[in-house]
């Protein structure tokens, strides 16, 4: 990403929620006991803690949802995720932020987390939960997500080709994976 495009994403995020404050990772994944406001320049070598969580049900779909008009990328779907707020562990973000995205509230145990990928100034656990829900269960979120679907890998793909997927690395891992 170039400088430019990075500083105005910077700006994106400060805006929609200038109030966040994250926990300061090193670039080996530990705490350091600083904190940070969303949005504010990374001192070199720091980072934080971000979730992707992928929902699969019992019949291979996955949850997936669309960016509320007015973010970041608007109109795109995307599995639900986020940043890890103040004295967060992974697995409370990922349930913070599928209950916020979606309404749902998977039982952890249904959870694993899959891997991390990290860069310059983040590391992301990226989590599935195995768990089927009704239609009525779901509750977007206004400003953060304006519509729902469920989708098989062949469809992740197809939206991924199409240029109407937010897709991060952990798409190649969910669209590869054996049932």
């Given at each position: 990403?170039?400088?430019?495009?990075?500083?105005?994403?910077?700006?994106?995020?400060?805006?929609?929620?200038?109030?966040?404050?994250?926990?300061?990772?090193?670039?080996?994944?530990?705490?350091?006991?600083?904190?940070?406001?969303?949005?504010?320049?990374?001192?070199?070598?720091?980072?934080?803690?971000?979730?992707?969580?992928?929902?699969?049900?019992?019949?291979?779909?996955?949850?997936?949802?669309?960016?509320?008009?007015?973010?970041?990328?608007?109109?795109?779907?995307?599995?639900?995720?986020?940043?890890?707020?103040?004295?967060e562990d992974s697995l409370t973000a990922a349930l913070r932020e599928l209950r916020e995205e979606t309404g749902l509230r998977p039982d952890p145990a249904c959870g694993e987390l899959l891997f991390r990928f990290s860069g310059d100034h983040f590391h992301c656990d990226v989590w599935r939960f195995r768990t089927d829900f009704a239609p009525e269960e779901i509750v977007?979120?206004?400003?953060?997500?304006?519509?729902?679907?469920?989708a098989d890998t062949r469809q992740i793909r197809r939206l991924n080709d199409e240029g109407i997927f937010f897709a991060f690395e952990d798409l190649a891992y969910i669209v590869n994976e054996k049932p």
């Open positions: 990403m170039q400088t430019a495009d990075h500083d105005r994403l910077a700006e994106l995020i400060r805006m929609d929620a200038p109030e966040e404050l994250w926990d300061v990772y090193d670039r080996a994944g530990g705490r350091t006991g600083r904190t940070q406001r969303r949005g504010d320049a990374f001192a070199p070598g720091d980072c934080h803690l971000c979730v992707h969580v992928w929902v699969r049900n019992s019949r291979g779909e996955y949850l997936l949802t669309k960016r509320a008009p007015g973010k970041s990328m608007a109109g795109l779907w995307e599995c639900t995720g986020g940043s890890a707020l103040l004295g977007l979120q206004p400003g953060e997500t304006c519509a729902w679907t469920l």
